[in-house]
């Protein structure tokens, strides 16, 4: 017998209702479910066969962010250097990027598991996988040079606030990652908004450098030169070597993560999809308009995709099944109107440089509305009952 599951056989009365530590049912089961797949099985019809759990589904979420997370460390020191003005190699860069990036991701989690555990001891419900995921993509959404109390208090909301007062995983409306970012970026915008610190500069805390959506063109520059003179050419805003959140930087990442998520149909390829063509045909129309040389509006579709969080936040944020529609054609609208008000943001409102968390978030809250919307029209065209 596998000692592992021996040990955890042995300590299983200890945890069941009788026990002495019956409160710390879900703990024992979350931990247990960690090393096996879950054990309950139906003893009585229907019987429906599935391949893929909750445990599964989520470690395919998690397989997807791997080369963002890695690329985020290796950004990190890279920026470092150039910030201290050395040239590093890929593991003297991957190396320090990981000694600021993984206290961050291990502050998420541990806070995170706190609050999951204290609910699911308090309702004596299991602990739900959900948070694997919610605990990653939190800390990819942060710029590396954020203090670590912010982290704690902003999964601390994000997890209780944004998730747990609505009943626990599957009742949200609102995306749990995207909620705790949005009340850190709000409640300390040095930290989050406008220039990101490059982390590691100095002893202190790190230097300031604009990120590419802030930068603007003047003298009858175009965006696009302007952008190229500070080191955003597309070649890098799309492999990633530029200033900027965790894991936002590298369009070429967050594609892949996308494309491993379609194959394997863990993220529906609706809201994708029709997330890129909301965005590709807003920058259309903007650069169409008078008067907008040398602004966002004339950037074209290209730089839009490329620059910022639009594809990490469409590919992992977006494609949530809890807060995003249930129907197909709701998908599609979802996914186009989060494109459409993504440029709409970056183009009408400069201070606010980026548009695609408060584009997702508008939408989690119309996703119900989207579905009974769909739903009522397919009744309507029902054949009346004679």
Not at 73 to 87: C, D, I, K, P, V
Not at 93 to 104: D, H, N, R, Y
Not at 195 to 224: H, Q, Y
Not at 316 to 343: E, H, Q, Y
Request: hydrophobic share 50%.
């Amino acid at each position: 017998m596998n000692p592992i599951k021996k040990i955890f056989d042995l300590l299983e009365h200890d945890f069941s209702e009788s026990g002495n530590f019956a409160k710390l049912a879900p703990l024992f089961d979350a931990t247990k479910t960690f090393f096996f797949l879950p054990s309950p099985k139906t003893r009585i019809g229907p019987f429906i066969r599935d391949h893929l759990d909750l445990k599964r589904y989520m470690s395919v979420v998690l397989l997807s962010l791997m080369p963002v997370l890695f690329f985020g460390m290796y950004n990190t020191g890279f920026q470092s250097g150039l910030a201290r003005g050395e040239s590093l190699d890929f593991w003297s860069a991957f190396l320090s990027g990981a000694w600021v990036v993984m206290p961050i991701v291990i502050v998420s989690y541990a806070v995170g598991f706190f609050w999951e555990i204290l609910f699911a001891a308090i309702r004596r419900h299991p602990i739900s996988e959900g948070f694997l995921v919610t605990g990653m993509l939190f800390p990819l959404t942060l710029p590396p040079t954020i203090p670590l109390w912010q982290v704690a208090l902003g999964i601390s909301f994000g997890v209780v606030i944004g998730k747990e007062i609505f009943g626990g995983t599957g009742r949200n409306i609102l995306n749990p990652a995207l909620t705790a970012r949005a009340f850190v970026f709000f409640s300390y915008p040095v930290t989050m908004s406008g220039n990101v610190w490059v982390a590691g500069a100095n002893a202190v805390d790190g230097i300031t450098g604009a990120t590419a959506l802030a930068v603007t063109a003047d003298g009858g520059t175009s965006l696009t030169a302007a952008l190229a003179d500070q080191g955003f050419s597309l070649p890098h805003l799309f492999f990633g070597l530029v200033p900027g959140s965790i894991g936002e930087t590298s369009a070429l990442c967050c594609l892949i993560g996308a494309a491993i998520l379609m194959i394997t149909r863990i993220a529906n390829y609706r809201i994708i999809l029709g997330g890129m063509a909301g965005l590709i045909v807003t920058a259309l129309l903007a650069w169409l308009l008078p008067g907008t040389y040398g602004t966002w509006a004339d950037a074209g579709p290209i730089y839009h995709l490329c620059a910022g969080g639009f594809l990490f936040g469409i590919s992992f944020m977006a494609t949530d099944p809890v807060s995003a529609p249930g129907t197909n054609p709701g998908r599609w609208i979802f996914g186009f109107l989060i494109g459409f008000l993504t440029v709409i943001l970056r183009v009408a409102n400069p201070a606010f440089a980026e548009g695609v968390m408060l584009a997702i978030l508008f939408m989690n809250v119309f996703a119900p509305l989207l579905d009974h919307l769909v739903m009522k029209h397919r009744i309507s065209k029902r054949i009346p009952n004679v």
